[in-house]
T-cell receptor, first 113, second 110 residues
Framework: SQTIHQWPATLVQPVGSPLSLECTVE??????LYWYRQAAGRGLQLLFY??????ISSEVPQNLSASRPQDRQFILSSKKLLLSDSGFYLC????????????FGSGTRLTVV | GQQLNQSPQSMFIQEGEDVSMNCTSS?????WLWYKQDPGEGPVLLIA?????ELTSNGRLTAQFGITRKDSFLNISASIPSDVGIYFC??????????FGGGTRVLVKP
């Protein structure tokens, strides 16, 4: 069965520091992968999606970037964090052309101080 | 682009009550999905709907795919404290990414 892993679960970073969040999947190949951000108690904002290695589409202009160095690895990065980057970051996996929607990771709670 | 309006934004439940929430879209979807997110966790799929008019249940949850293909609702019967969380609808048109509603936050009445 397909699984999706995200780490770390929580992160506190100072303003101006770099960021790297990792998402890996198991049990599938060539999945579509997504990064979402969620402000406290709010909806899901799509940040990036990837349909394959090296292929990244950005949904909103922002201080973040994404990379897909391997088929089952999706990384969210920033060179210099802003306070507004705080939030709950979710990685999602799409299987079967989305027939069953997305499977989400357990998320990373990022607090920029 | 596609937009999903989910309502209500939040609601209070009392144990034993039936509650409902709905989503409406500005465009047609081929698939409707309902997710639940517990605090500090990622959303988990509850129900998937694939055909207009389809009514599907999962335990105390029932969801319907609207006839117009532009709306869906989710009912929770006999609510219990663990029903609290954020419920998201999501719609998908062929070849497109999922579009999520803004979520309905379910809280327990004090």
């Amino acid at each position: 069965s397909q699984t999706i892993h995200q780490w770390p679960a929580t992160l506190v970073q100072p303003v101006g520091s770099p960021l790297s969040l990792e998402c890996t999947v198991e049990g599938t190949s060539n999945p579509n992968l997504y990064w979402y951000r969620q402000a406290a108690g709010r909806g899901l904002q799509l940040l990036f999606y990837s349909v394959g290695i090296g292929q990244i589409s950005s949904e909103v202009p922002q201080n973040l970037s994404a990379s897909r160095p391997q088929d089952r690895q999706f990384i969210l990065s920033s060179k210099k964090l802003l306070l507004s980057d705080s939030g709950f970051y979710l990685c999602a996996l799409e299987l079967d052309r989305g027939l069953y929607g997305y499977t989400f990771g357990s998320g990373t709670r990022l607090t920029v101080v | 682009g596609q937009q999903l309006n989910q309502s209500p934004q939040s609601m209070f439940i009392q144990e034993g009550e039936d509650v409902s929430m709905n989503c409406t879209s500005s465009s047609i979807f081929n698939t409707w999905l309902w997710y639940k997110q517990d605090p500090g966790e990622g959303p988990v799929l509850l129900i998937a709907l694939y055909k207009a008019g389809e009514l599907t249940s999962n335990g105390r949850l029932t969801a319907q795919f609207g006839i117009t293909r532009k709306d869906s609702f989710l009912n929770i019967s006999a609510s219990i404290p663990s029903d609290v969380g954020i419920y998201f609808c999501a719609g998908k048109a062929a070849g497109n990414k999922l579009t999520f509603g803004g979520g309905t936050r379910v809280l327990v009445k004090p």
